[in-house]
């Protein structure tokens, strides 16, 4: 059990953290006996634990008592943990050399960390930052893009597990993927024209008639291009006024492609519930452009084809992200259509704001999956777990990881297909590690001309399937991440047991979650944990069970009863 000591201002992001690293933990309470206990207050109490843990970049009170000297203290940061640079947002300090204390973490300006053993005779973890103030700064404003790529969030919570462990303390913890996976994937289609025949004398047929003639041209300079794929895509503009005609086929048509790739594979939709609206608020030049020429309405016959088919539909949202009322009118649009109530929304083109999660709580919406980049890829929040962003209370937040245009537009990443390869081929492993989910989105005409970037989605989802990896809709993985949130730990008997509790029916058509216990490396000559032997053991856990994990032994046990519905009896 890990006994946390915060700041008040820190409360909500602890409980969230704790939603993310899912194990079992309590304020703390003087008179319980704790295996670990955390904290980021100055003024530190006496505790009784095998293992404190203290953050903080400002002097502590217990830092002179125990000899730990601050060398230096900088605004931002970067740490350097398991060969990845981990930017720090908040102040970070450094400490300075004593033979008493062991390094433990390094960073760019000296050493972040350093353990020891106090006076009391106590383990100490003594880290220069703030852990809860960056998780909190991950949670609202996010990373910028130069950090992109870095995972934050969920390295800060390797750090703490493996300094844990380092210290030869096991650790239950249900891990963010179910039994037998290491990841979710979630693959999304953003469905902002659904084919070129709608578009006549305007700005999206003359852009695409500019893309297909000087721009391929001038793609097959920058070597982006084959001398194949510059004919296939001036064929196509040479179809232009066939397809108008309907004596063509629509090369923008999305669905019967996406379909075929992704057979047997769940799929997430987001629908444009009203055409010809670019919304309100919206920032730049080419506000006006946002609007659409379709809106679900008019596409009844495929919706009911990808339900059919297990997909789900979303709205991709127009002014949901700032209106409670609009987002409550274009959830109902599309709850209309599908002929269900639900939903999940990804703004058109990502917009939002500070008060967008709490505008689309009130207005219903069950999950986000707006929280991404435009311009690359990578983890806008540090993390690749659905988490709740905060202020709200039910709505979740799938994170967008990668996307189509954030790699291959040119005033974008601008990356050849062999660079964006390796990039995603990044985040596939990060994912592998870190657990979580992948999502993936792939709009509408992608694989089409002028962009003919379908080869390269099919490639990635063939190497997504290759994996061990669980495909799932936009909301049967926040469900799944719902059901693991729900998850309670209890002290037992002498306050040693601790239990696990799911309270669920039987009828729950999800994944199970996971029991891990982590088991320390047998490791005594004072390296770090990155140079630690640990192990884990995984144990499958539905509804049915309570599972009970002995600290004192460090052995979980599994308790089954004739329950439907658990409840300690």
């Not at 609202?140 to 210290?167: C, F, K, M, N």
């Not at 670019?278 to 020429?293: C, E, F, I, L, Y």
């Not at 216990?517 to 005594?524: A, S």
Request: charged share 25%; with cysteine; hydrophobic share 40%.
């Amino acid at each position: 059990m890990i006994g946390v000591i915060c700041k008040t201002e820190e409360i909500a992001t602890v409980e969230e953290f704790f939603q993310l690293f899912k194990t079992p933990w309590e304020y703390y309470e003087p008179a319980q006996t704790y295996d670990v206990v955390l904290m980021t207050v100055d003024e530190s109490p006496i505790v009784d634990a095998k293992l404190l843990v203290v953050y903080g970049a400002e002097t502590k009170n217990g830092d002179a008592r125990d000899s730990v000297a601050l060398r230096t203290t900088s605004r931002r940061g970067t740490l350097n943990y398991l060969g990845a640079a981990v930017p720090i947002y908040g102040n970070l300090a450094t400490f300075q050399a004593t033979d008493k204390g062991m390094p433990c973490l390094d960073a760019t300006l000296g050493v972040a960390g350093v353990r020891f053993v106090s006076s009391t005779g106590q383990r100490v973890l003594r880290l220069g930052y703030d852990l809860f103030q960056e998780v909190q700064r991950l949670f609202t404003a996010g990373q910028p893009i130069e950090y992109a790529h870095v995972p934050s969030l969920d390295i800060h919570i390797s750090i703490l597990r493996d300094g844990i462990l380092r210290e030869g303390i096991s650790l239950p913890e249900i891990p963010p993927s179910p039994p037998n996976h290491t990841f979710v994937v979630c693959l999304t289609h953003d469905i902002d024209f659904v084919g070129i025949r709608n578009h006549k004398l305007d700005h999206t047929m003359f852009g695409f008639l500019y893309r297909s003639t000087i721009g391929a041209v001038r793609n097959l300079f920058r070597r982006r291009i084959s001398i194949r794929r510059l004919l296939e895509i001036w064929r196509a503009a040479a179809s232009l006024p066939f397809v108008y005609l309907g004596w063509a086929k629509d090369f923008w048509s999305p669905f019967e492609w996406y379909l075929r790739v992704e057979k047997d594979l769940a799929a997430t939709y987001f629908l444009i519930p009203f055409k010809k609206r670019m919304g309100d608020n919206v920032p730049g030049k080419h506000a006006v452009r946002r609007a659409t020429s379709y809106d679900v309405e008019d596409i009844r016959d495929w919706t009911a084809i990808l339900q059919r088919e297990g997909c789900e539909l979303g709205v991709h949202g127009i002014d949901a992200w700032h209106s409670v009322e609009k987002g409550q009118t274009e959830y109902a649009k599309l709850a209309r259509v599908k002929n269900e109530s639900g939903s999940g929304i990804r703004m058109h083109w990502l917009l939002q704001d500070q008060n967008t999660p709490s505008v689309l709580e009130k207005a219903g919406y069950a999950y986000d999956s707006t929280a991404g980049f435009n311009d690359t890829v990578g983890y806008r929040n540090g993390t690749t777990q659905v988490f709740r962003p905060l202020g709200v209370k039910t709505l979740l937040e799938l994170p967008m990881h990668i996307q189509d245009g954030a790699l291959f537009y040119q005033n974008k990443l601008d990356l050849h297909e062999i660079e964006a390869e390796k990039l995603c081929k990044d985040l596939i492993e990060n994912a592998g590690k870190f657990g979580g989910v992948l999502t993936v989105l792939w709009h509408d005409r992608s694989h089409g001309p002028e962009r003919f970037w379908g080869d390269f989605y099919i490639s990635l989802v063939t190497v997504l399937k290759s994996s061990d990896a669980w495909f799932a809709t936009g909301s049967q993985a926040v469900d799944w991440f719902r059901k693991r949130r729900e998850v309670r730990f209890e002290r037992f008997g002498n306050g040693q047991i601790v239990r696990a509790i799911l309270e669920r029916g039987e009828k729950d058509s999800l994944p199970p979650l996971c029991i891990r216990v982590h088991q320390p490396g047998n490791r005594n000559d004072g390296q770090c944990p990155n140079d630690a032997e640990n192990t884990f053991t995984d144990v499958s856990w539905n509804s049915k069970a309570t599972f009970e994990f002995d600290s004192s032994s460090q052995k979980v046990a599994e308790l089954r009863t004739k329950f439907s519905v658990h409840g300690i009896r």
